[in-house]
């Protein structure tokens, strides 16, 4: 079973509007972090937000926001007034056992989904 | 700041031809990985270290070898080049300090495409 299951191999917004990037994952490790990353058409991974499973709160970091769904093992990426910029493939990825040290922290990343912003 | 830096960018190689890719990182991170992207495949991971001396296998490591001498430097050795091996690979580091939980994100190289023809 993929441990990082994105489903939506491509998605389009409008400008100035809310999308959501889907995420589901699978661990039985009670202590993980989900992550997401994007990568433009340049090809550089870049860093966008982290959520540990043990964080009370929502992850946000300027206009990206995690729907962090716990029960249902979602980490849904939303990016808030999409810019043309924000057009790129986006990745999320998990690390389990984040308490258990040495090999565990490694990422196991979905297959991505491309965001197309239009004016 | 230079972070994490990965050559050569391209490279064409003929099938049964030998070649490493370098890569080095200057932010003192313990934990070193590669990766491979194939199109529409997401990233792989080939191998990791988590310190100097220290390497381990990921989901994808044959064909492939790597030596982390020291702390900076995680070249990746392609032996034997197969066509299969036609990708982008990625560098990254990361930092972990002993018995803090810290979210300990991967920080990328710019990526190297490999072409084996």
């Known amino acids: 079973a993929q441990k990082i299951t994105q489903t939506q191999p491509g998605m389009f917004v409008q400008e100035k509007e809310a999308v959501t990037l889907d995420c589901t994952y699978d661990?039985?490790?009670?202590?993980?972090?989900l992550f997401w990353y994007k990568q433009p058409s340049s090809g550089e991974m870049i860093f966008l937000i982290y959520q540990g499973s043990y964080d009370q709160q929502n992850a946000t970091e300027g206009r990206y926001s995690l729907n962090f769904q716990k029960a249902r093992k979602s980490a849904n990426l939303v990016i808030s007034a999409s810019q043309l910029g924000d057009s790129a493939m986006y990745f999320c990825?998990?690390?389990?056992?984040?308490?258990?040290?040495?090999?565990?922290?490694?990422?196991?990343f979905g297959k991505g989904t491309l965001l197309t912003v239009n004016p | 700041n230079a972070g994490v830096t990965q050559t050569p960018k391209f490279r064409i190689l003929k099938i049964g031809q030998s070649m490493t890719l370098q890569c080095a990182q200057d932010?003192?991170?313990?934990?070193m990985y590669w990766y491979r992207q194939d199109p529409g495949m997401g990233l792989k991971l080939i191998y990791y270290s988590v310190g100097a001396g220290i390497t381990d296998k990921g989901e994808v490591p044959n064909g492939y070898n790597v030596s982390r001498s020291t702390t900076e430097d995680f070249p990746l050795r392609l032996e034997l080049a197969a066509p299969s091996q036609t990708s982008v690979y990625f560098c990254?580091?990361?930092?972990?300090?002993?018995?803090?939980?810290?979210?300990?994100?991967?920080?990328f190289g710019e990526g190297s495409r490999l072409t084996v023809l």
């Open positions: 932010m003192n991170h313990n934990y």
């Open positions: 990825a998990m690390r389990e056992g984040l308490n258990s040290g040495g090999s565990n922290y490694k990422l196991t």
């Open positions: 661990t039985s490790d009670p202590s993980y972090g």
């Open positions: 990254a580091s990361s930092y972990h300090p002993t018995g803090d939980e810290v979210a300990g994100e991967l920080f």
